[in-house]
């Protein structure tokens, strides 16, 4: 970003993020390849038993869900983060944006040591965006009944340690965090806000 992208204020223009739609078709081709192997499976089978065949079509419906959540994700062309001088919006979190004075803390995946149980409980892939807010945001859930109460459920455990992974995103991990950065630096000028109140942390250089 250069300064001529910048309005007439100095603020730094919107940054978006998208799904990567290739990433989420070599999913969607990985899964219904899996699919077709199970549904072969009973035919390349002497005498298969009944339970059997039961369970390999349980697996292939749980499958057949998947697919079809990867492929509203490959179709969907909506931003999935948005960073501006008001803050952060992640899609996922499924909260409004969270305004810069509520983080405390943005960090990423390699200048974080994650503890035992956090690694365990929460498996992530990196690289990654870690964030700690000052409160927890309220959640909503997009889902109809009874489903909603499971998603927020999701959400809230989610938000202890809210992320924004790179995988299955159309930008690298790196990116978003100097478009946060550099909006982080113009709330702090228009705001006076000291560095410390908001910290990011860069990866470490190689």
């Known amino acids: 970003m250069t300064d001529d992208d910048r309005d007439e ?32 499976l ?3 089978v002497a005498n298969i038993q009944p339970d059997a065949v ?21 179709r969907d062309r909506r931003p999935q983060v948005v960073v501006d001088t008001a803050g952060i919006y992640v899609r996922d979190w499924h909260v409004d ?5 509520q983080i405390e803390f943005i960090a990423h995946s390699s200048s974080v040591r994650r503890g035992i149980v956090s690694s365990l409980t929460r498996s992530r892939r990196g690289p990654y965006l870690l964030f700690k807010f000052e409160s927890l945001p309220k959640s909503s859930s997009s889902l109809p009944p009874p489903f909603n109460w499971l998603q927020k459920i999701w959400v809230d455990i989610e938000l202890q340690e809210p992320a924004i992974m ?11 965090l100097s478009a946060i950065q ?3 630096d113009y709330w702090q000028r228009a705001q006076n806000v000291g560095a410390s109140d908001t910290t990011v942390v860069p990866p470490p250089p190689r």
């Open 9 to 40: 204020s100095g603020a730094p223009p919107p940054f978006f993020v998208y799904y990567n739609p290739r990433v989420h078709l070599f999913k969607l081709v990985a899964i219904l390849a899996i699919c077709v192997v199970l549904a072969v």
């Open 42 to 44: 009973p035919f390349l």
């Open 54 to 74: 039961q369970i390999l079509a349980a697996f292939i419906v749980i499958f057949l869900i998947w697919a079809y959540l990867v492929f509203g994700r490959m």
């Open 97 to 101: 944006i969270v305004p810069w004075e």
């Open 166 to 176: 790179e995988y299955g995103l159309d930008t690298k991990a790196t990116a978003i």
């Open 182 to 184: 550099d909006h982080i």
